[in-house]
């Protein structure tokens, strides 16, 4: 057995840390090396992080002057330091009262390293809640999304998953060393993933796939099965009980094809952490029907068919305020279910047209990526074969429906968080994420409620399962935190449009030119500090690259 096999690294690099028992161990390792051939040829392809790219961790790195938002749901405050030695928040100092004035004095001292953020607003780094790396899961791919991310703030991406379950562990691993530029990578699988001992169709097979996992550090269960079918009830119900057992989460992509036996309550009855999307909700709150009301030519492989009659959900549930609506809001609490809407992946079912121009489509989708996107029968999310009016009338409704109840959710104490699914229905990693926070202001989520969503309560979701919701190592601005963190040139509750990372447009008055304001000016991770447009930079070149590839005429502003 070869001793510098990188996935044996890997096992001994990550279990050896959490001193887990001596037979679990060789399991694991057993269990890598047997997957050593595939994942090996993909972590080969894999681009390390040039020495260029990020500056730090820095032994006494301080930011000095900025207006922070701690995520938390605290006000903004300013001007203060921030003071971060390696990878660790260690003093956040307000330096100045009244704002105009600043306390020399007061200013912390000792830095290796300062950056002058006058002016300038930190939050903590987003948190996507529901992410894929797409294309094959290998390089350049993986780097392109890596960057798209991180260029647009996101600093932990939760995969469900990013990509072949071995190699995004193997990611993972990089990330927390820090030898790829990527966000901190929570990998969550599929039931039956990875393992070669069938699929999980009993209760037992569930429960030794969950242990089989929890193994090889994966960190939570997507359940929505290897081709999202759906699980009998009493599957669902030991997953979701090994899972707790041994610290890893459960989320729920509920299909279509098994909500009528277990709806968004059932699954939160049986244990489940959280929900995604918006699948098994509307039929929770149905009152005067059992199944949803299929026209009997509908066939569910005909993804027209599927979304088409998704946006009909809405005359067919329960109203705002009735007595069941508050009755599953009150249930919902007190199971402890957490939402992760993902809106914006839908969107286009309300407004294709928007989401086809969006205007960063130019220069930052891939060429390859915006072929997936075309309206096709093979492809996953291409159902545009002759989409009407009709069909964005009731999304239109629907989304309205669906806006309502998680606004009253998160009023009620519910916990919602932001999630992008990029990928997919016209929608490009990173900045269609920040479009998600948009959608949560529409629905009635004020500014600083969107930033918790995005931050705090996502980091909350994912320290859960493990026990750690008092002890948070990222989502929130203070002392004793990872620095993870963003800067942005702009007050983002007044407008989040300046998070997008082609900032957004604003009229100069004094030249009478428009320009482009905001965009993340840092995106911090681990105490290293990335220029967010050089990362954006660096995406719109491998669009360019892609391009002169395929004979593309690029145009001065960037070009189809």
């Known amino acids: 057995m070869k001793t510098d096999h990188p996935l044996l690294r890997l096992a001994l690099l990550r279990l050896a840390p959490q001193r887990l028992a001596l037979l679990r161990v060789a399991f694991a390792v057993a269990t890598l090396l047997a997957m050593a051939g595939s994942a090996a040829a993909q972590m080969e392809e894999t681009n390390p992080r040039r020495a260029d790219e990020g500056d730090g961790p820095h032994e006494r790195l301080i930011l000095r002057g900025a207006t922070y938002i701690d995520g938390a749901g605290a006000p903004p405050r300013g001007p203060v330091d921030i003071v971060i ?19 020399e004095n007061r200013r912390p001292q000792g830095a290796t390293r300062e950056i002058d953020l006058t002016g300038m607003y930190v939050l903590p780094g987003l948190v996507d809640m529901h992410a894929h790396t797409g294309g094959s899961g290998k390089a350049p791919q993986a780097e392109y999304v890596h960057k798209l991310w991180m260029g647009n703030g996101i600093t932990t991406s939760r995969g469900v998953g990013h990509g072949p379950m071995m190699w995004a562990l193997e990611q993972k691993a990089l990330s927390e060393r820090n030898e790829i530029v990527a966000p901190r990578l929570f990998t969550y699988a599929r039931p039956g993933e990875g393992w070669d001992e069938g699929p999980v169709d009993t209760p037992e097979k569930a429960r030794e796939w969950v242990r089989w996992a929890a193994a090889v550090d994966v960190d939570g269960a997507k359940i929505d099965g290897l081709k999202l079918t759906s699980y009998p009830p009493a599957i669902m119900e030991a997953l979701n009980d090994e899972a707790h057992k041994f610290g890893l989460g459960t989320v729920a992509h509920l299909a279509q094809t098994g909500v009528s036996r277990m709806d968004a309550m059932d699954a939160a009855r049986s244990g489940l952490d959280m929900i995604t999307h918006y699948y098994g909700l509307f039929e929770a709150l149905f009152d005067d029907r059992t199944i949803q009301d299929f026209p009997h030519d509908y066939n569910y492989n005909n993804e027209q068919d599927r979304f088409g009659q998704v946006g009909r959900l809405w005359y067919q549930s329960a109203d705002r305020g009735s007595e069941k609506w508050n009755q599953v809001i009150d249930e ?3 199971l402890g279910l957490g939402l992760d809407p993902t809106m914006t992946i839908y969107e286009a079912s309300r407004d294709v047209m928007r989401a086809r121009n969006a205007e960063w489509h130019d220069e930052y989708t891939l060429p390859s990526q915006w072929d ?25 409704k629907f989304y309205d429906k669906w806006m309502q109840f998680l606004n009253d959710y998160k009023n009620a104490g519910g916990i919602v968080t932001t999630g992008s699914d990029s990928g ?13 926070l948009e959608l949560l ?18 980091a909350l979701q994912l320290h859960k399962p493990k026990g750690m919701e008092n002890d948070l190592q990222f989502g929130v601005l203070e002392a004793g935190m990872k620095a993870d963190m963003i800067v942005v040139d702009r007050n983002p509750l007044a407008n989040l449009k300046v998070l997008y990372g082609t900032g957004t447009p604003m009229l100069n008055d004094e030249t009478g030119e428009q320009e482009q304001v905001g965009g993340i000016t840092y995106t911090i991770k681990d105490g290293i500090v990335y220029d ?29």
Do not use: C
């Open 85 to 103: 030695e390696n990878d660790r928040i260690v003093e956040i100092r307000s330096v100045g009262f009244p704002m105009a004035t600043i306390n």
């Open 332 to 334: 919902f609490l007190e």
């Open 372 to 396: 997936f996107y075309q309206p096709s029968r093979q492809a996953h999310g291409s159902y545009w074969y002759y989409w009407t009016t009709e069909d964005e009338y009731h999304w239109g």
């Open 424 to 436: 997919f229905i016209y929608k490009l990693y990173g900045f269609d994420y920040i479009r998600e």
């Open 441 to 458: 202001r529409e629905a009635g989520f004020s500014s600083l409620e969107v930033i918790r969503a995005a931050t705090y309560h996502g």
């Open 532 to 560: 967010a447009k050089q990362l954006l930079a660096d995406v719109r070149e491998m669009v360019r690259e892609q391009k002169r590839e395929r004979g593309i005429v690029i145009s001065e502003q960037g070009g189809r």
